[in-house]
């Protein structure tokens, strides 16, 4: 089965197109870098987000990536400013893919979706949802509105919402609790790469879950607006004082309420 990726630029965007390349079919990517009139406000965003030590470990994540994965391995690549511009309709057309996985891009909005030849779209959140949807950093929220025990990923079906479509697989990040932040933020996306393989293996065998997320829970949906220096010191904060406890002892007692999706 023909496969297309919609991208990022982020290392690691390019770690898990080279890791669905070795894997599977894959025709082309489209990489979306964004528009340079949106520089100032993603680095007032960042700056809130990130202070250290958050900082500090999105950066070793992203470290990580770019050690094992250092450039593209896929020469048929469109770069566009803009994932729902025409060029990008145009290529998408023009590959013909019988099955689309998106990761790190802006909102797709309707024309994309439409004008695509599938209707078989993808999408990876580094979250747990519905539990926890949005952005920027849903680990980064699970720290901060202490809820630590929702430290996970999810593969959807795509829709025009955020984070909002039915349920291919949801899991905890596999944990030990003794992380750091580095390593903390490592796995995380390491787990979430593997489970993307996992659901588009089962996507292309016709055999992926279809689970409406209403059927849950609403869930709650974060916005980077939200994300301030309190919430960052509150992230560290809490991950000091209470990511090993909970680890040691109410994790098991915390997720009994929390339904995940399993991706078979």
């Known amino acids: 089965m023909k496969l297309l990726l919609w991208i990022g630029n982020a290392p690691h965007h390019i770690a898990l197109?080279?890791?669905?390349?070795?894997?599977?079919?894959?025709?082309?990517?489209?990489?979306?870098?964004?528009?340079?009139?949106?520089?100032?406000?993603?680095?007032?965003?960042?700056?809130?987000?990130?202070?250290?030590?958050?900082?500090?470990?999105?950066?070793?994540?992203?470290?990580?990536?770019?050690?094992?994965?250092?450039?593209?391995?896929?020469?048929?690549?469109?770069?566009?400013?803009?994932?729902?511009?025409?060029?990008?309709?145009?290529?998408?057309?023009?590959?013909?893919?019988?099955?689309?996985?998106?990761?790190?891009?802006?909102?797709?909005?309707?024309?994309?979706?439409?004008?695509?030849?599938?209707?078989?779209?993808l999408n990876l959140h580094t979250g747990l949802s519905p539990y926890i949807k949005g952005g920027p950093n849903c680990t980064n929220w699970c720290l901060?509105?202490?809820?630590?025990?929702?430290?996970?990923?999810?593969?959807?079906?795509i829709d025009e919402g955020i984070d909002s479509g039915n349920l291919i697989g949801t899991e905890f990040t596999p944990l030990q609790g003794d992380e750091d932040l580095n390593e903390l933020h490592i796995k995380v996306m390491q787990h979430a790469h593997d489970l993307y393989v996992r659901c588009i293996g089962k996507a292309i065998l016709g055999e992926a879950n279809n689970v409406d997320q209403q059927s849950i829970c609403e869930g709650t949906t974060y916005y980077s607006r939200q994300w301030t220096t309190s919430k960052a010191r509150a992230a560290v904060q809490n991950f000091d004082q209470s990511y090993r406890s909970i680890f040691k002892g109410d994790l098991q007692k915390l997720r009994l309420d929390v339904k995940t999706v399993d991706p078979g």
């Not at 406000?41 to 700056?47: A, E, H």
């Not at 990580?64 to 896929?74: E, M, V």
């Not at 309709?89 to 994309?112: C, H, W, Y």
């Not at 509105?145 to 430290?151: D, G, R």
């Open 17 to 121: 197109a080279n890791l669905l390349q070795e894997k599977f079919d894959v025709a082309g990517i489209i990489l979306e870098s964004r528009p340079s009139q949106n520089k100032n406000l993603l680095s007032r965003i960042r700056k809130r987000l990130f202070q250290s030590p958050l900082a500090s470990a999105w950066k070793s994540m992203q470290a990580d990536c770019r050690r094992r994965h250092p450039s593209l391995i896929n020469s048929n690549v469109l770069n566009v400013e803009n994932i729902n511009s025409q060029a990008a309709i145009d290529f998408a057309i023009a590959q013909s893919p019988e099955l689309v996985a998106v990761s790190g891009t802006r909102m797709i909005k309707n024309k994309m979706l439409s004008k695509t030849p599938t209707g078989k779209i």
């Open 144 to 157: 901060a509105e202490q809820k630590i025990h929702l430290i996970g990923n999810t593969v959807m079906w």
